[in-house]
């Protein structure tokens, strides 16, 4: 079966997976992918195939460990590297999703959220960094670089058309965001988005933003 399968090759598998939802299309790939693989060892897992791994793991901790060893999964968390800000990845990858939407399917809204988190301090051994200090991007004054951050401020994009969300940023600060910082980072967060092809016809809060 294994040597059936690493005999397929890729443009015959794409035809025949082609009406099944994307998710099982990434699975089926994934399989005849490991299929040609002489050895474990020699696995290469794609990025949607991880982060559906990342899904279900969270879903259900029993149901991913029946899978896969817990360990593996560990060290792809490890590579992901996040921060607080605006990423310039996440727009370079929504600027090229919008090739394949109509312009219907670009309009949208802005959520915002702020949160109370408790304040702590971590040190990252992999990035030798502190963690848990006010970071509002490039929107942090000096004398809150020291602060311990106790709120987050959460943003995300929802097309009014499609099933799908996409969080954008993410800001640590000490207290909510005063108005005048908020005024600039959802500035900032439109003109991001509207020049990565989208439109942005309202913005929606909680009621403490």
């Not at 939802?21 to 897992?45: D, H, L, W």
């Not at 590297?81 to 312009?103: C, I, P, R, W």
């Not at 802005?110 to 990252?124: G, P, R, T």
């Not at 004054?141 to 602060?147: E, M």
């Amino acid at each position: 079966m294994q040597k059936e399968c690493s005999l397929v090759s890729k443009d015959m598998l794409n035809d025949c997976i082609l009406d099944l939802p994307i998710e099982q299309q990434e699975m089926v790939k994934t399989i005849f992918n490991a299929a040609k693989c002489k050895s474990s060892k020699g696995r290469r897992y794609s990025l949607e195939w991880v982060y559906e791994c990342l899904l279900m793991r969270i879903k259900g901790p029993k149901f991913y460990r029946k899978m896969r060893k817990e360990n593996k999964l560990g060290r792809y968390i490890k590579k992901l590297h996040t921060a607080y800000g605006f990423q310039e990845n996440t727009f370079q990858v929504m600027k090229e999703k919008a090739q394949d939407f109509s312009l219907a399917e670009r309009h949208s809204c802005l959520l915002l959220d702020e949160m109370q988190l408790e304040s702590a301090v971590k040190f990252q051994r992999d990035s030798l960094q502190f963690h848990g200090f006010v970071d509002l991007g490039a929107h942090t004054s000096n004398k809150d670089l020291t602060k311990r951050g106790d709120h987050a401020l959460v943003l995300m994009y929802q097309p009014f058309r499609g099933n799908w969300v996409q969080p954008i940023g993410a800001f640590l600060g000490a207290g909510a965001v005063n108005g005048k910082i908020l005024e600039k980072i959802v500035l900032e967060a439109i003109i991001l988005l509207e020049s990565s092809g989208y439109f942005v016809d309202f913005i929606t809060t909680d009621g403490a933003t």
